[in-house]
């Protein structure tokens, strides 16, 4: 018996069932897929609460995940029974035992990336991936700042800015989640909670402040990223774990010649051959050891909606992933 989780109607974790689900026969272009380790997103909370209007429950939530092929629909090359693979992709459909998935979505695992680390990666590291080479490309000697640097983007972040030869501010809230992020590469750790970052980073870099801030917390963080950032700074604002960005004026920006980008991670895998290089481009990080994947959490599938409850309560750091 195939067993999913369930969203019932938008709302809190409690919305979240986790039952008996059909599985369905893969159509052309298809495979069935047994899952063997699920990741955890701040998207998935936003499509519970209804925020982002991806799921019409019922509906199965959940975006990427590791599994192993066992079922070939026609028309699918490439692919074989028992292959490893991992999958980013929209809108839903992840958390369930078992599932019909359409072949395009699969990436093949190396040897190098385990089934855990890929449920945790795929997601969050292609989009470090994009944040750090292509929505705004850093370059060694850059200043950056991370917000949530403790976090599942935040800890690839500060990892992969550091091996790029950046040097990286990090905030976090309380003194473990700034020692963690610490540990993953950044060199320098503000615990919003003490300290004023915006004059915390000022002081940091003599008063210049920094060449990007990769901005994932939204509303409650703006004002600090502006205040951050150095004249022909760029705020790359990527998340709202904090809720939306309240509207500005573009005036804002010309009192130090800013720019902002709000970048989706969909936009930048729609094109699968764009997706394999990024991914390529992940596990070669994660097999050279320029990122330590950091799986903070693991629950079982049937405990998703704890999990939520972590994530959303600021209990997590690094990565949360279900295990079905
Ligand atoms: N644009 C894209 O394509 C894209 C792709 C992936 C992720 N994202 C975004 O990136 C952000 C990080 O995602 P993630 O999955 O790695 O989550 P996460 O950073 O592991 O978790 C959220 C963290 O945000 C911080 N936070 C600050 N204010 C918060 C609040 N009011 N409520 C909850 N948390 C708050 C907390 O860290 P502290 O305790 O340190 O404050 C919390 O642990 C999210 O906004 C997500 O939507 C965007």
């Not at 890929?118 to 950056?144: H, I, N, Q, S």
């Given at each position: 018996?195939?067993?999913?989780v369930?969203?019932?109607?938008?709302?809190?974790?409690?919305?979240?069932?986790y039952?008996?689900?059909?599985?369905?026969?893969?159509?052309?272009?298809?495979?069935?897929?047994?899952q063997t380790a699920i990741g955890l997103?701040?998207?998935d909370?936003?499509?519970?609460?209804?925020?982002?209007?991806?799921?019409?429950?019922?509906?199965?939530p959940g975006?990427e995940a590791?599994?192993?092929?066992?079922?070939?629909?026609?028309?699918?090359?490439?692919?074989?029974?028992?292959?490893?693979?991992?999958?980013?992709?929209?809108?839903?459909?992840a958390c369930c035992e078992?599932?019909?998935?359409?072949?395009?979505?699969?990436?093949?695992?190396?040897?190098?990336?385990?089934?855990e680390?890929?449920a945790a990666?795929?997601?969050?590291?292609?989009?470090?991936?994009?944040?750090?080479?292509?929505?705004?490309?850093?370059?060694?000697?850059?200043?950056?700042?991370?917000?949530?640097?403790?976090?599942?983007?935040?800890?690839?972040?500060?990892?992969?800015?550091?091996?790029?030869?950046?040097?990286?501010?990090?905030?976090?809230?309380?003194?473990?989640?700034?020692?963690?992020?610490?540990?993953?590469?950044?060199?320098?750790?503000?615990?919003?909670?003490?300290?004023?970052?915006?004059?915390?980073?000022?002081?940091?870099?003599?008063?210049?402040?920094?060449?990007?801030?990769?901005?994932?917390?939204?509303?409650?963080?703006?004002?600090?990223?502006?205040?951050?950032?150095?004249?022909?700074?760029?705020?790359?604002?990527?998340?709202?774990?904090?809720?939306?960005?309240?509207?500005?004026?573009?005036?804002?920006?010309?009192?130090?010649?800013?720019?902002?980008?709000?970048?989706?991670?969909?936009?930048?895998?729609?094109?699968?051959?764009?997706?394999?290089?990024?991914?390529?481009?992940?596990?070669?990080?994660?097999?050279?050891?320029?990122?330590?994947?950091?799986?903070?959490q693991r629950y079982t599938l049937a405990d998703c909606a704890e999990a939520h409850?972590?994530?959303?309560?600021?209990?997590?750091?690094?990565a949360t992933v279900l295990i079905p």
């Amino acid at each position: 018996m195939n067993h999913a989780v369930v969203l019932t109607a938008h709302g809190g974790p409690e919305c979240l069932t986790y039952r008996p689900y059909p599985l369905a026969t893969p159509g052309p272009g298809e495979v069935l897929l047994r899952q063997t380790a699920i990741g955890l997103n701040y998207i998935d909370v936003y499509a519970r609460t209804g925020l982002y209007p991806l799921l019409v429950p019922p509906a199965v939530p959940g975006m990427e995940a590791a599994g192993v092929v066992e079922g070939l629909g026609p028309e699918v090359t490439g692919l074989a029974v028992g292959d490893r693979v991992a999958y980013v992709a929209g809108p839903g459909g992840a958390c369930c035992e078992r599932r019909v998935i359409a072949a395009r979505h699969l990436v093949r695992l190396p040897e190098t990336v385990s089934d855990e680390q890929a449920a945790a990666v795929m997601l969050k590291g292609l989009t470090a991936e994009f944040l750090l080479f292509r929505a705004r490309p850093v370059k060694a000697g850059d200043t950056v700042l991370v917000h949530a640097a403790a976090g599942g983007v935040g800890l690839l972040l500060c990892q992969w800015a550091n091996a790029l030869g950046c040097t990286v501010i990090g905030t976090a809230g309380g003194s473990d989640k700034c020692a963690l992020a610490r540990r993953h590469g950044a060199h320098h750790v503000i615990d919003y909670r003490e300290q004023d970052v915006a004059a915390e980073v000022l002081r940091l870099t003599g008063g210049a402040g920094v060449a990007v801030v990769y901005d994932g917390v939204g509303r409650d963080t703006f004002d600090t990223s502006i205040r951050s950032l150095a004249v022909f700074g760029h705020l790359v604002s990527f998340g709202q774990s904090s809720g939306p960005v309240a509207p500005f004026t573009t005036a804002l920006l010309g009192t130090k010649s800013l720019t902002v980008t709000r970048p989706s991670l969909f936009h930048y895998i729609a094109d699968t051959t764009r997706r394999d290089d990024m991914a390529r481009r992940l596990f070669a990080a994660i097999a050279d050891g320029t990122l330590q994947v950091a799986v903070g959490q693991r629950y079982t599938l049937a405990d998703c909606a704890e999990a939520h409850r972590a994530l959303e309560a600021r209990r997590t750091t690094g990565a949360t992933v279900l295990i079905p």
